[in-house]
């Protein structure tokens, strides 16, 4: 099956995202980019999945292909690579 078919897992629309996010006390970390999140790539334009989510595992892992960014921004603060990046943000100096 390809990475953007459809899954099992509901699609998140960026506000469902976002509100998710702040639930589970996570920040969806922002970047000068053209999609506006760190690791979050506009990789299928017009499919039902374009974005792409991806973290630092080794070498670039895809984490997989989502509806929105926000959506695949959550996807990398759940993952472990989002977590110990946002503590590492959190410990650096203003």
């Known amino acids: 099956m390809p990475p953007h078919s459809s899954a099992a897992a509901p699609l998140l629309t960026s506000e469902e995202a976002r509100q998710q996010a702040e639930a589970e006390g996570l920040t969806l970390r922002k970047a000068d980019n053209k999609t506006g999140y760190i690791g979050v790539y506009l990789t299928n ?50």
């Open 45 to 94: 334009p017009g499919c039902a999945k374009p974005y792409q989510a991806r973290v630092w595992r080794g070498g670039t892992m895809t984490l997989g292909y989502f509806a929105t960014a926000e959506e695949a921004a959550l996807c990398i603060v759940r993952s472990p690579e989002g977590q110990a990046a946002a503590k590492k943000a959190a410990a650096a100096p203003p």
